[in-house]
């Protein structure tokens, strides 16, 4: 299968692709996948709560997720257990080389609350493959307390060893699909001491230890469980869901724990030390990490869609990008530094990803424009903290206000000082702050509506035929992203890659006002989301997965659908209640975004 985007399709409930599983959950859950039972694929996957992680020599915001899955067991084509474990066995050792003797399992200890058994079945298979190998297999169990005694496979309870979108079976809903997995570990071995060398020196070390020995290189998930009102129960279909982030299994090949060393980061490394002058190591080695990962994610994110804002997947991109900037000034980066990474990303990975080469310009242009407007905002920012002798709360809020420097950089530069910033104090200015603004904006929003006037339901309806007008007259590639109704007109954002033409705008303008002349019905439903998807509704909407949500369609006489889209409402019943549909502007907002503000006349 191909990657999925990194933007979630109608999810409302996560910003980012973070897993390969999040795109699967329909055929886990038993729809069926047009590409048949057993599948493989890569998926780009970002986790926006790692970003804070990153700097040590094993976590980055993106990476690739290899994945294959089994979407039920042996009855429906499938396959489960018995051969996901002994061909991971043969993926690690045969096709990858690594050696069987440095390679560590894990598995579900089983639960009594839940009333889930241990998985000894998942155990006893690892057993007997590696026994065959020739290999010591002792499965033991409570390596956190007692340490490995000479163990290869180890039992851990539902925080390591269980999984489900929500994490623990108690924090699933009822409804939710989960399982035992058992996980794959690499071990860097005991000569580079770094256990010792952890703060975890005085606990005993084991597989699941964070000192970074032991390196998490693949997760088998059994998905055959389902929470239910009663407790668990067996899953109508078992699935097998594998996850293993190749960044990680390419450190493993290379024996070799920084994962920034792999061939598909390595070259970025190097733009950073030509670029600075500096060598990668020593206490550097964390702002070379920051910036390298944070660009390779800019890129994958603005590929996707995304572009710079002050909100949702917008704000995090934005942060990505100021913060890598932050450290790029730290480690005295300098010149045509960000575009030469930018240009490097897309070197490593256009051949497996050909549309970074195909939005090689819109990236390039959103992520330097980017550092255009921050850039020099940013080096009045430093130089003005330059000026602290001591740095107050207050200050670090300045900062952030005033220069859009984070509070965590005022603190690690606050920190270079060997000086202290009270949180409190920044928080309490931060929320006055917050407190203003939002006085300030009360009213103005509501789901993109302005209120429920008249005026604005028949400008919201307006604006879901300008959509359907847009998707005829430019393409497919048109989609909502951003709207906002005020009494006085309605704003559409959509990605284009031209400003459009005078006679796209009169054409668009005619269908609207051809639509609206012919009065049609404006039909109100609610479905289950399924339903709604392969009648090929449109649209964000706020309903999490498998809900009912509702759709509104507007029908054709023939009894086509002219718009269908998923939306909370409300709407007018006629489209003859328009009135005269005029579009006002069409602007950039950002590169390849385009804005349109329309209005009605009575
Ligand atoms: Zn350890
Ligand atoms: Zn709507």
């Not at 019943?573 to 005029?582: P, R």
């Amino acid at each position: 299968m191909p990657s999925a985007s990194l933007v979630p399709e109608n999810d409302s409930t996560t910003l980012f692709t973070g897993s390969g599983m999040q795109p699967m959950i329909p055929f886990l859950l038993g729809a069926k996948h047009p590409q048949g039972v057993r599948l493989a694929d890569s998926q780009k996957s970002f986790r926006s709560q790692d970003i804070d992680e990153v700097g040590d020599n094993r976590h980055t915001t993106f990476f690739e997720m290899l994945g294959n899955w089994s979407l039920g067991d042996e009855k429906n084509g499938g396959y489960f257990k018995k051969e996901q474990i002994e061909w991971m066995l043969q993926f690690l050792t045969g096709e990858l080389g690594l050696d069987a003797n440095r390679l560590y399992f894990t598995v579900f200890r089983g639960s009594p609350e839940i009333n889930i058994p241990r998985d000894e079945e998942s155990a006893l298979i690892w057993q007997e493959l590696l026994q065959a190998k020739g290999i010591s297999a002792k499965i033991i169990d409570f390596a956190e307390r007692d340490g490995m005694g000479q163990g290869r496979i180890f039992y851990y309870d539902q925080t390591k060893n269980w999984w489900s979108r929500a994490g623990l079976p108690s924090q699933m809903p009822v409804g939710e699909p989960g399982g035992p997995d058992t996980e794959m570990f690499w071990d860097f071995g005991a000569g580079l001491k770094l256990h010792e060398n952890s703060e975890f020196k005085s606990q005993p070390c084991h597989v699941n230890c964070d000192c970074g020995r032991f390196l998490e290189i693949g997760n088998n998930v059994f998905m055959q469980y389902q929470k239910t009102e009663k407790g668990f129960e067996p899953l109508a279909q078992k699935n097998v869901d594998f996850g293993g982030g190749l960044e990680r299994i390419a450190a493993a090949v290379n024996d070799q724990p920084d994962i920034f060393k792999i061939d598909l980061i390595a070259p970025l490394i190097r733009v950073l030390e030509q670029k600075s002058g500096k060598t990668y190591g020593g206490a550097d080695a964390r702002a070379f990490r920051i910036i390298a990962d944070h660009i390779r994610a800019a890129v994958f994110l603005v590929s996707d869609g995304v572009t710079p804002t002050n909100k949702d997947r917008g704000y995090v991109l934005r942060r990505l990008l100021r913060r890598a900037m932050v450290y790029a000034q730290l480690l005295g980066a300098s010149g045509d530094w960000m575009q030469r990474t930018v240009e490097e990303v897309m070197k490593i990975y256009s051949q497996a990803y050909p549309e970074l080469q195909t939005q090689k310009q819109i990236i390039e242009q959103t992520i330097l424009d980017e550092q255009k407007k921050f850039g020099q905002t940013l080096e009045r920012g430093l130089r003005e903290f330059d000026k602290f002798q001591t740095v107050s709360g207050t200050d670090a809020f300045n900062l952030f206000q005033s220069f859009g420097i984070p509070w965590e950089i005022t603190q690690e530069l606050a920190e270079k000082k060997g000086v202290k910033i009270n949180r409190q104090e920044f928080e309490t200015e931060f929320k006055k702050h917050q407190d203003l603004s939002r006085t300030a904006s009360a009213g103005t929003f509501k789901g993109g509506l302005a209120d429920h006037s008249e005026k604005v339901v028949r400008l919201h309806t307006a604006t879901h035929l300008l959509q359907a007008a847009l998707l005829k007259v430019l393409g497919n590639h048109v989609q909502q992203r951003g709207s906002n109704i005020t009494a006085e007109r309605t704003r559409f954002d959509f990605p284009n890659p031209q400003k459009m033409t005078p006679e796209q705008i009169k054409s668009v303008e005619d269908l609207v006002n051809g639509w609206i002349s012919q009065g049609l019905e404006v039909k109100k439903e609610s479905m289950p989301l399924e339903k709604a998807r392969e009648l090929g509704a449109i649209g964000l909407f706020g309903e999490k997965y498998s809900d009912v949500v509702s759709v509104y369609t507007i029908m054709a006489k023939d009894g086509s659908a002219v718009s269908r889209e998923f939306c909370g409402g409300p709407h007018v019943q006629n489209t003859a209640e328009i009135g005269k549909f005029k579009i006002s502007k069409e602007e950039a907002v950002s590169a390849g975004v385009r804005r349109i503000k329309a209005t009605i006349e009575p």
